[in-house]
């Protein structure tokens, strides 16, 4: 779950989660803030809240904390986003509220042992000011891996050089030497926090024809212009 939230500064936007008991028997739940980021291949890495420089933990409040389920129940929760008047932060701050199972007593037989599994639910909160967006972005990097004998994947690496959240996504044009196209393959749209990279790969065939071929890559993001990008490489005989 994601709320991507624009706020003049000062302002306060307010919201709910409705969490859901979906077992037959009752549960207790503890709700909490913490932040997070991503690396180049959008593996998630998480801190105490208020650890990074983008973080909006201190502008996030809740209530209730903890919750009792019954069996198949459901209650809400009251998330508050207060941001500040002042005119340093811009662009796109963001943290996390878990929602997260709290763990039973199990008792067991004499030599057995057991495993506790808790659930825990993370819900990404973007808060972006009004009227500070910058939009910016390109195609720093494209290569090919082998998947299989006649498959394989191009690796597209985005930079987010903005500072807000972007959601990139295009298409992939596979051209022979002619420059005719002969294949063309959707990229699908991901999401990219402000200044970090993030590798898209795109699975394709490989020509059937030996040649020289290239491959180019057009993401749109939300700016006025689309990146591009391309990679030449050569089908050669088996």
Known sequence: MKFELTIPRGGTRMFSLRVTNMEDKATRVKIYQGDWDEDIYNRSRYFPPGALGHSAANWIKFSPERLYLGPQKTEEVRVEVNV???????????????????????????????????????????????????IDGAI????????????????????????????????????????????????????????????????????????????LAVLHFGGDYLVAGELVFKVVAK
Do not use: C
Not at 103 to 118: A, L, R
Not at 159 to 165: A, S, V
């Open 84 to 134: 500040p008047e002042d005119n340093k932060p811009s662009g796109s701050y963001w943290s996390m509220l878990f929602v997260e199972e709290e763990p039973t007593v199990t008792k067991m037989e004499s030599g057995q042992t057991g495993v506790n599994i808790i659930l825990r639910y993370g819900i990404t909160v973007f808060v972006t000011f009004k009227d500070t967006e910058i």
């Open 140 to 215: 720093t990097n494209m290569k090919i891996l082998t998947a299989e004998e006649d498959k394989f994947f191009f690796e597209i690496t985005f930079e987010n050089r903005g500072n807000i959240l972007l959601h990139p996504k295009g298409y992939l044009e596979i051209r022979d030497e002619e420059g005719e196209t002969i294949k063309k393959i959707n990229v699908n749209q991901f999401s990219i926090l402000p200044g970090h990279s993030e590798i898209s790969k795109v699975f394709a065939e490989k020509p059937k024809n030996v040649g020289q071929y290239t491959g």
